[in-house]
C-alpha cells in the first residue's frame, strides 16, 4: 500500500504531477459534475469558488480527509466553523489575484474615462478595502494620477500604522471601487454594505465591484443609477451568480463573468500558496519544487501595433472588453443556460497574462505612455 498523500483536486487548478514532490499522488476531478463520491478515500482536497464546502456538499463522518485548500483569495465558499469542528485543517491563497484585479480596475477606469470624456486627475476614489487587492488597486490608480482614499476599519482596528479614512469621507469620493470579502457577521459585515440609506441623497461618477456581489445591493445600485445618481457603474461580480439580473447587467457599462482575478499569474501564485501549506501540514519537503508548469510567454506586440487606436491596443493587451462580450451574449438566456455559461466562460477562456510580463515596444510607449502607469513592461534593445 502506498504511503503517499492522496491529492484530490480540481482539475482546473494550475498543478501538475510533474511539478510537485513525489510524496504526493495526484488526482483531478471535473468541478462541473461536483465532488466525486469517492471524495472520503482521499487525504486532501483542493477547491476554488465554485464548490462550496459545509455540511451539505461534504460527508465529514468517516472521511478520510484531513487537509481541504482552496486555490483562491476568498473564502465566503467554505463553511470555516463546520471544518473546525470535523477536524479538517483548511488553507487558501489570499492576495494571489490582488495585481490581476487591480489591472482589471485601472483598465476598466481608464476606458470609461476615455468613452465619458472624464478627467481622471479631478477624480477621488473610495477604496473599500485596503487588504492584498485594495492596495494593488491603489498603486495602480495613483499612477494614473487619481487621488484615493482607503477605507478600512477591520484594518484599522489591528493595524496602528495604518490610516484610513471616515465612512463620510469615503462616501464623498467621485468613484467607489470595492476590495473586501463578504461577511454577514461581526462588527463590520460586507453584505449590502451599499445600500440605500448609503446612497441616498449622494451622487457618484462610478461604481466598481470586483469583490463579491452581495457586498453591493443590486436593487439599490439600479435604483440610484435610474434616477441618474450615480453616471456608470462596472461588474465583475453579481449578487446571485452565476445568476445574474439582466436589467442590472444590461445597464452596467462594463460586465464581466467573475474573470478579474484570472491570470495565469494569479492562478500559478494561488497553487504555489496553497501547495505549501499543504507541504508544511503533511511534513513534506517542498523546496524546489514549482507544483505548475512554467507559463508560456506572453504574445510579442511588435510594430504592426503601432497605428492601432488606444483602446483597441488595450483590448489586446487585457481582454477585459472581450470579458464584456462573453457576459452580454448571456442576457436573456434562461436562469440554467446563463448559470451553465457564465461557469463555462470562467473554466475555458484563455488566462491573460499580467501587465508586468508583456514587454512592448519604446515607440508604442511614447505613443502611449500610460501603458507604463498600467505596468506594461518595456522591450530591452
Known sequence: MSNKVRLLTDQNILIHENYIPGEIELHTFNPALGLPETVNDYDALLVRTVNRIDDTTFIGRN???KFIGSATAGIDHINLPWLKKQGIKFAYSPGCNASSVGEYVAVALLCWSLKSGTDLTTLRAGIIGAGHTGTATERLLKNLSVHCVRYD???????????????????????????????YTGQ?????????EKLKNRSYQLIINAARGGVIDEEALQES?????????????????????????????????HIAGY??????????????SLCK??????????????????PEINYEYNNMDFQSLLGKLNPIFEYNRFLSSLIDLSSDEKKHQFQQIRTEFPLRHEHPYYKLD????KRYPVLRALGFGIKQD
Open 188 to 196: 463590520w459585515p460586507t453584505y449590502h454594505w451599499l445600500n440605500r
Open 362 to 365: 519604446k515607440v508604442l510607449l
Open 281 to 298: 501540514f503533511f511534513g513534506i519537503p517542498s523546496q524546489g519544487f514549482s507544483f505548475t508548469p512554467p507559463a508560456p510567454p506572453p
Open 225 to 257: 443609477y435610474q434616477q441618474g445618481n450615480i453616471n456608470d457603474y462596472i461588474l465583475d461580480v453579481w449578487e446571485h451568480e452565476p445568476a445574474f439580473d439582466d436589467k442590472v447587467a444590461k445597464s452596467a457599462y462594463i460586465r464581466t463573468p
Open 263 to 276: 491570470s495565469i499569474q494569479s492562478k500559478q501564485k494561488a497553487t504555489r500558496i496553497v501547495m505549501g
Open 63 to 65: 472521511t478520510n480527509i
Open 153 to 183: 476599519p477591520p484594518k484599522e482596528a489591528l493595524d496602528t500604522a495604518f490610516e484610513g479614512a471616515t465612512l463620510e469621507e469615503v462616501l464623498s469620493c467621485d468613484i467607489l471601487t470595492f476590495h473586501t470579502p463578504l461577511t
